[in-house]
């Protein structure tokens, strides 16, 4: 049963979230607009017997999370654009080591230092790896707080389930905004053994080594096949997605995050205005909902898609990908902090359901 709802910021919400999945171990350095992560665990896992420390930076605070996650704990970081750059090594090596843990990346516009405005252009960063060699990250795009709240949780289960690094994408929008949010009275904890942790021999006769390390070629590229099946595994058994009104939609969004809550108004607009729109909102940005977006390309009634995101375009290339020359994709993006305006989305879709130039 579902406690009475409490207003609460976004990225308060997280750190409770990741408090209630069992997590007892907070590792990070201050960076806008995702700093009240941080405040809130400096807080709390005091009163609960947790671990938490102020890195001297975010290279150390992912190097400190490499450590708990190796010991078997659930560990959480946070950080917006600049931060997460300088983790990308450690993140690797986290990949590499085949670790359980959690990343939130509250993300800032840039390229640089940029500004602290919410933006979506990380999202080939996350999406693609981000680090060195060939590895992916588990990627959720929670759209609310109350989504905040219920994927933060379900990250912890989906690292240890598959023993990868998830990534929690937001932005600044996301982070700062308070909303109403329902917590559960029991988590759904899933609960793995972890034989791999290195917790001391415990009988064995030899310690448990947590590595990347791998000299011999073909041991290596027999790890990196390891993983690559595990992938594929993932991609069949985890892809997430909301779908709104494909049923007889002409002209699809395909938006996540902040963006996917300035269309939803969009298509109740344009349906006033006699234009069918649907949309279809990825949750898991990797695993990308690629076969969605192609069987809705092949749709009659489907003429055209418009992607919407916070960047100069990173997932429409995934996207296009999906769509596979079906039908004509467009994009419409902002840049620098600045969010779309609903008119913006809306002058879009009546060019494009005029058949004019976009």
């Not at 690094?165 to 759904?188: F, K, S, W």
């Not at 996917?260 to 006699?274: D, K, M, P, T």
């Not at 990308?288 to 069987?295: L, M, R, T």
Request: hydrophobic share 40%; aromatic share 8%; with cysteine.
């Amino acid at each position: 049963m579902a406690q009475k709802r409490v207003l609460m910021k976004g990225n308060e919400v997280i750190a409770e979230a990741a408090l209630r999945a069992g997590c007892r171990n907070y590792f990070g350095y201050p960076i806008t607009p995702q700093t009240e992560v941080m405040h809130y665990m400096a807080k709390k896992m005091v009163q609960i017997g947790g671990n938490f420390v102020q890195a001297e930076s975010e290279v150390s605070a992912i190097n400190m999370v490499y450590g708990a996650a190796a010991a078997g704990a659930r560990v959480l970081t946070s950080s917006s654009s600049p931060g997460i750059s300088l983790k990308q090594e450690g993140i690797s090596y986290i990949a590499g080591a085949e670790l359980p843990a959690v990343v939130v990346n509250i993300v800032r516009a840039g390229p640089g230092l940029g500004g602290i405005q919410p933006a979506q252009g990380d999202y080939f960063q996350a999406t693609k790896g981000g680090g060195h060699g060939d590895y992916r990250n588990f990627v959720i795009a929670p759209a609310s707080v109350q989504e905040l709240y219920e994927l933060t949780v379900e990250a912890f289960n989906i690292a240890d389930r598959y023993r990868m690094l998830v990534m929690i994408l937001g932005d600044g929008t996301l982070g700062q905004m308070m909303e109403p949010v329902a917590y559960r009275e029991n988590e759904n904890i899933e609960t793995y053994e972890k034989p791999w942790a290195c917790t001391g021999r415990q009988g064995r006769s030899e310690h448990n080594i947590v590595t990347s390390i791998y000299i011999e070629p073909d041991v290596l590229e027999a790890k990196n096949r390891e993983l690559q099946d595990k992938y594929a595994l993932i991609e069949s058994k985890e892809v997430r997605y909301e779908a709104i009104g494909l049923e007889d939609a002409e002209i699809v969004i395909t938006a996540f995050s902040t963006c996917s809550r300035i269309s939803r108004n969009v298509i109740r607009q344009a349906a006033e205005l006699g234009i069918k729109v649907g949309m279809i909102r990825p949750i898991t940005l990797w695993p990308f909902p690629s076969k969605i977006i192609n069987e809705t390309a092949a749709k009659s009634s489907v003429k055209a898609f418009l992607d919407v995101e916070l960047n100069a375009g990173q997932m429409v290339e995934d996207v296009r990908l999906a769509v596979n020359g079906k039908k004509p994709v467009y994009f419409h993006g902002r840049m620098g902090g600045n969010l779309p305006t609903q008119k913006e989305i809306l002058d879009k879709i009546i060019k494009i359901h005029e058949g004019g130039a976009v």
